[in-house]
C-alpha cells in the first residue's frame, strides 16, 4: 500500500483535537459497541465514527472502504457460520448441500447481525484512531500514562522498522520479479528462500548501524518524545457529549429490541 496509514493521520484536520479526547471517544465506541445487546447501538456507533474519519478527518472514501475490506470479509466468513450452525426457534429458511441439511434460525441470524455489529464498530473506532492520530503522537500518549519506558522504545523501534523493511521487500521482490525470479514454482520457492535469507541479513546489518548511530549521538537510553498540549475546545467537548448521550440511550432502549 503505497500510502500508509500515518501520512492520512498527518494531513488530517482532527489530528489537531486532543489526543486524550480521541481516546476517550474510541474506548467508549470499543465499551458500548462489545457490551450491546443489540446491533442498533454498535451500528450508530461505526456510522458516527465512519462519518468523523471520511468527512471530518478529510479521509478518502475509496481508501477507508478499502481499508475496511479485509476485516470485514474475515468476519463475514464467521458471521455467516453463525448463522447456520447456532441459535434456535423459528426457521427462517433451509436448504440441504450435498446432502447435508442446513438452517437458518431467527436466533442464529440475530446472533450473527449482533457479532458483525460489534466487529464493524470495532473496526470503525480502530481505524478513526490510525486515521486521525500519527503514532508519534501515540507514543507520547503512552509516555504520559506512566507505561514502562522501555515497552514504548521497543514500540517505537519496531513500528519505525516494519516499514523499513517492507520496503527493503519490495525492492529485492521487484528485482526478482524483472528477472523471472517468480516466471514458475521452482523458482519462485529459490526466490522466496533468497528473499528471507536476504532480508535476514539486512535486518541484522540495519540493527548495527541502528546501535552504532544512537550510541554515537549520546543515547542514555531514553529517546524524546514531544506532545502537543492541545485545549479541549467547548464545540468538541459539546460534540462529545452528544454523541456520548445518543451511543447511551441506543445502548438502554435497544436491549431488548429484535430486529428479526
Given at each position: ?28 465506541g ?16 461505526a ?81 478513526f ?93 531514553k ?7 492541545r ?19 441506543l ?10
Amino acid at each position: 500500500m503505497t500510502n500508509i496509514l500515518d501520512d492520512y493521520a498527518l494531513m488530517s484536520p482532527l489530528r489537531h483535537i486532543n489526543n486524550w479526547l480521541k481516546l476517550a471517544i474510541v474506548f467508549f465506541g470499543l465499551l458500548v459497541g462489545v457490551s450491546s445487546t443489540s446491533p442498533i447501538a454498535p451500528l450508530f456507533i461505526a456510522l458516527c465514527m465512519s462519518f468523523a474519519t471520511v468527512v471530518l478527518g478529510r479521509t478518502p472514501l475509496k481508501f477507508y472502504l478499502k481499508l475496511l475490506l479485509a476485516p470485514a470479509g474475515f468476519a463475514l466468513t464467521g458471521v455467516i457460520i453463525i448463522a447456520f450452525f447456532s441459535g434456535s426457534g423459528q426457521e427462517l429458511f433451509s436448504f440441504k448441500l450435498a446432502g447435508y441439511p442446513l438452517a437458518v434460525t431467527a436466533d442464529g441470524l440475530e446472533l450473527a447481525l449482533l457479532v458483525l455489529s460489534r466487529s464493524l464498530s470495532g473496526m470503525c473506532c480502530l481505524y478513526f484512531l490510525a486515521l486521525t492520530t500519527p503514532m508519534i503522537e501515540l507514543f507520547a500518549v503512552l509516555r504520559a500514562s506512566r507505561l514502562p519506558e522501555s515497552l514504548i522504545e521497543l514500540s517505537m523501534l519496531i513500528y519505525r522498522y516494519i516499514f523499513v523493511f517492507l520496503d527493503m521487500v519490495l525492492c529485492i521482490k521487484y528485482a526478482q520479479t524483472v528477472r523471472l525470479g517468480y516466471s514458475n514454482f521452482r523458482r519462485s520457492l529459490n526466490s522466496i528462500a533468497m528473499l528471507g535469507s536476504t532480508l535476514f541479513i539486512r535486518s541484522w546489518e540495519q540493527g548495527d548501524k541502528l546501535f552504532l548511530a544512537m550510541n554515537s549521538r549520546c543515547y542514555d537510553g531514553k529517546m524524546t518524545l514531544f506532545e502537543a498540549h492541545r485545549p479541549v475546545r467547548a464545540a468538541e467537548l459539546l460534540l462529545t457529549s452528544a454523541y456520548f448521550l445518543s451511543a447511551l440511550a441506543l445502548f438502554y432502549f435497544t436491549k431488548n429490541i429484535s430486529i428479526i
